[in-house]
C-alpha cells in the first residue's frame, strides 16, 4: 500500500514545489516601447538682408594696351626698357636712328621751299604780264595806224607794194604777241592754283615727316607696364611693323561669362546704378561696368573694371572672382546639408518633430570660406532650429533631439553617477579610509 503511494506523494510535493516557486518568483518589470530619437545639429535662424555670390570665371584685359609701331623703315637706335618693366609717363620706350629719320624730313623740306618759289615767281610773272600788255597794245594800235598810212601812200603811188606788205606783217606780229601776253594773263589763275596745290601737297609731306620724325622716339603716355616686345637695339624694322606694347597699370578688366539666368537681376541694379563688387580672395576686387553688346545663347560676357589690388595680375591670365548680387531681404543662410532638393528644409518643432518648410533658394554665400545656400521663405522665423543634418529618412513628424540636448542630458547623467559614487564612498568607512 505504501508503494502505491509513494509516487502519488512525489507527484503531490513536486507539484505542490512548482505552485511555491512560482507564486514565490521576482516580477518581471513591464517594458514600454520608446520611439528612437534621431539626433541632428540645428541652426538658430536669424533672418536678415544677405547678398548671394555668383562663382565667375574669367579673362584679364587691358582694353586701353598701346601698341607702338614703326612710323618708317629704319634701325632700332635705343630700346632702354624690358619685358614686364613698370614705367613711369613720358619715360622713353624706343627710338630709331636719325639717320634714318632726318633724310625724308629734309627732302620734304626742300620740296616746300621748291614750291613756294614757284608759287612766288609766278606772281611776279603775272605781274609782269599785266604791265606788258599795256605796252603791247599800243603797238598794236600803232601798228594799225601804221598800215593806214601806207595804204594811203600806195593809193596815191607814193609807197612801194612791199612797205604795204611789211606794215600788214607788224600788224599781225604784234597782235600775235598782244594775244600770246592776253592768254597768259588769263590762264594766270589756273597756274597758280596747280602750284598751289603743289605747295599743299610738299606741306602735307613735311607734316607726315615731322610726325614720323616725333614718332620715332617713343615715350610713355601714362604709368605702365610693357609687354609683347618684339625688337632689339639694332635691328632693321619696316614701316608700320610693330615694336612693343605698354598698358595703363590700374587700366585692367575681367570679362566673364554671366549665365542668361542672371542677366536680367544685374542689368536691372545697373538700372538703379547699384554698385556690384566681385572679389578673388587674394585682395583683388573688381566693380561691374555692364555687359558686353554681344552674347551666345548661354550669356553674355560681363565686364568689371579693377578698382584695387591685383599687382599680381596680367592681361590673358585667368582668374576665378565671387560676384555679389543684389541682397536678399529676410534670407537665411544654411548649409547645404540642411536642403532637401533645392525646395525644403526642416525645423525642429517644440515637440522635438521634424517639419518640413518650403524655401527658395537664391544662391550660396560664403560662411568661413565655404559655400552656403542662400534661402528664404514664408514660414521660416527668427529662432527657427533649423536642423542642418541631412537625414536619409526625413519626413514630416519623425522624432528628434539636438546634439545641444543629447549632451546636456549626458552631463547630467554623469552627475548623478558622480554624486552617487560620492555618496557610497561616505557611507563606507573602509572605502572612505
Known amino acids: 500500500m505504501l508503494r502505491r503511494l509513494l509516487p502519488l506523494l512525489i507527484l503531490a510535493l513536486g507539484v505542490a514545489a512548482f505552485l511555491w516557486l512560482r507564486a514565490t518568483r521576482p516580477e518581471t518589470p513591464s517594458v514600454t516601447p520608446e520611439e528612437r530619437r534621431w539626433r541632428v545639429e540645428t541652426l538658430a535662424a536669424t533672418l536678415s538682408p544677405q547678398a548671394p555670390v555668383l562663382p565667375l570665371y574669367g579673362e584679364i584685359t587691358a582694353p586701353d ?61 603775272h605781274a609782269s604780264d599785266l604791265e606788258a600788255v599795256a605796252r603791247e597794245r599800243e603797238l598794236v594800235a600803232n601798228a594799225r595806224r601804221q598800215l593806214e598810212r601806207t595804204r594811203s601812200l600806195r593809193t596815191r603811188n607814193l609807197a612801194a607794194a612791199s612797205d604795204l606788205d611789211a606794215a600788214r606783217n607788224e600788224l599781225a606780229r604784234a597782235r600775235v604777241t598782244l594775244a600770246a601776253r592776253e592768254r597768259a594773263i588769263a590762264e594766270h589763275p589756273a597756274r597758280l592754283r596747280g602750284l598751289e596745290a603743289g605747295l599743299e601737297r610738299a606741306r602735307a609731306t613735311l607734316a ?56 536680367e537681376e544685374l542689368l536691372a541694379a545697373l538700372a538703379r546704378e547699384q554698385r556690384l563688387v566681385a572679389s578673388d580672395g587674394q585682395g583683388a576686387r573688381f566693380v561691374l561696368e555692364g555687359l558686353a553688346g554681344e552674347g551666345d545663347p548661354a550669356g553674355t560676357e560681363a565686364i568689371f573694371r579693377l578698382e584695387a589690388g591685383g599687382e599680381r595680375l596680367r592681361p590673358g591670365s585667368h582668374v576665378a572672382v565671387s560676384l555679389a548680387r543684389p541682397a536678399v531681404p529676410q534670407s537665411l543662410a544654411v548649409p547645404y546639408s540642411a536642403l532637401y532638393g533645392n525646395d525644403a528644409l526642416y525645423r525642429m518643432s517644440e515637440a522635438n518633430r521634424m517639419q518640413r518648410l518650403a524655401v527658395t533658394l537664391h544662391g550660396e554665400v560664403l560662411r568661413d570660406g565655404e559655400r552656403w545656400a542662400l534661402v528664404s521663405g514664408e514660414a521660416l522665423v527668427d529662432g527657427d532650429r533649423v536642423i542642418v543634418t541631412h537625414l536619409p529618412n526625413a519626413m514630416q513628424g519623425l522624432l528628434v533631439e539636438s546634439e545641444r540636448q543629447a549632451g546636456a542630458e549626458r552631463d547630467d547623467e554623469k552627475d548623478e553617477k558622480d554624486e552617487k559614487d560620492e555618496g557610497e564612498g561616505q557611507g563606507d568607512p573602509e572605502a572612505a579610509s
Request: aromatic share 2%; net charge negative; glycine share 6%.
Open 65 to 125: 594696351l598701346l601698341t607702338v609701331t614703326a612710323p618708317l623703315a629704319g634701325r632700332i637706335a635705343e630700346r632702354p626698357v624690358r619685358e614686364g618693366q613698370r614705367v613711369a609717363e613720358g619715360e622713353r620706350l624706343v627710338a630709331l636712328d636719325d639717320a634714318d629719320v632726318m633724310p625724308p624730313l629734309r627732302q620734304a623740306e626742300a620740296e616746300v621751299a621748291d614750291r613756294e618759289a614757284q608759287v612766288e615767281n609766278e606772281r611776279v610773272r
Open 208 to 263: 607726315a615727316a615731322r610726325r614720323d620724325a616725333e614718332r620715332s622716339r617713343v615715350e610713355a603716355p601714362f604709368d605702365g607696364i610693357v609687354t609683347r616686345l618684339r625688337v632689339a637695339p639694332g635691328d632693321q624694322v619696316a614701316a608700320r611693323s610693330e615694336l612693343l606694347s605698354v598698358y595703363p597699370e590700374r587700366g585692367l578688366e575681367l570679362r566673364a561669362h554671366i549665365p542668361g539666368r542672371h542677366q
